[in-house]
């Protein structure tokens, strides 16, 4: 009787070992099916991409950051008393 014990509880433990790893290959599989879509989304939106928009974007974008960089130039060379005095 002790040994049907002993079997029955190795056929347990490997049961629950093969249930682990299934439970990662999904968990995987899952990863991998989110990180495909992920990648054929990024794909679809950099080839429909609109050029003429993106551009005109990016420059707009770049013409406020070189104002803020020259403003904050202006500034930084500013001391405590120039600034009070203004």
Same mark, same amino acid.
């Given at each position: 009787?002790?040994?049907?014990? $002993?079997? !029955?509880?190795?056929?347990?433990?490997? =049961?629950?070992?093969?249930?682990?790893?299934?439970? =990662? &290959?999904? /968990?995987? *599989?899952?990863?991998?099916? *989110?990180?495909?879509?992920?990648?054929?989304?990024?794909? $679809?939106?950099?080839?429909?991409?609109?050029?003429? %928009?993106? &551009? /005109?974007?990016?420059? *707009?974008?770049?013409?406020?950051?070189? %104002? %803020? !960089?020259?403003?904050?130039? $202006?500034?930084? =060379? !500013? *001391?405590?008393?120039?600034? &009070? =005095?203004?």
């Amino acid at each position: 009787m002790s040994n049907l014990d $002993s079997v !029955l509880g190795r056929l347990l433990g490997a =049961r629950s070992t093969a249930g682990e790893t299934l439970n =990662r &290959i999904d /968990s995987i *599989s899952n990863r991998l099916d *989110s990180t495909k879509l992920a990648a054929q989304t990024e794909r $679809s939106n950099a080839e429909d991409l609109d050029m003429v %928009a993106a &551009i /005109s974007d990016f420059q *707009s974008k770049q013409g406020g950051f070189d %104002a %803020a !960089l020259k403003a904050y130039a $202006s500034v930084q =060379r !500013l *001391s405590l008393f120039d600034f &009070i =005095r203004t």
